[in-house]
Nanobody
């Protein structure tokens, strides 16, 4: 079992930045792929970004490439999502997810409770 706790959501104006964090426990983070997904009101949950257990590879949705950066610190069992140049369409609940030695990171097994990100125009 992997437990995930997100933090860092909030409200920001368009063009601004936010950094989300996700702390993992229950398993060594060096064995788990971690990712971020989001769900906007009335829409299905979608993949945002993922990072391999070693940090050697990353994957991004086309909609966030060049604006968002995923990173991890295995010594702190934490993954980050740096979000720059935010747009109103980035407004959603953001979920951290994890999978054991899973790649690509588009389908993961463990989920956090979510954190709200709101971008105003």
């Amino acid at each position: 079992q992997v437990q995930l706790v997100e933090s860092g959501g909030g409200m920001v104006q368009a063009g601004g930045s936010l950094r989300l964090s996700c702390a993992a426990s229950g398993r060594a983070s060096s064995t788990i792929t971690m990712g971020w997904f989001r769900q906007a009101p009335g829409k299905e949950r979608e993949f945002v970004a993922g990072i391999m257990w070693s940090g050697a590879s990353t994957d991004y949705a086309d909609s966030v490439k060049g604006r968002f950066t995923i990173s991890r610190d295995n010594s702190e069992n934490t993954v980050y999502l740096q979000m720059n140049s935010l747009k109103p369409e980035d407004t959603a609940v953001y979920y951290c997810a994890a999978g054991v030695f899973t790649w690509p990171p588009r389908r993961l097994d463990y989920w956090g409770q979510g954190t709200q990100v709101t971008v105003s125009s």
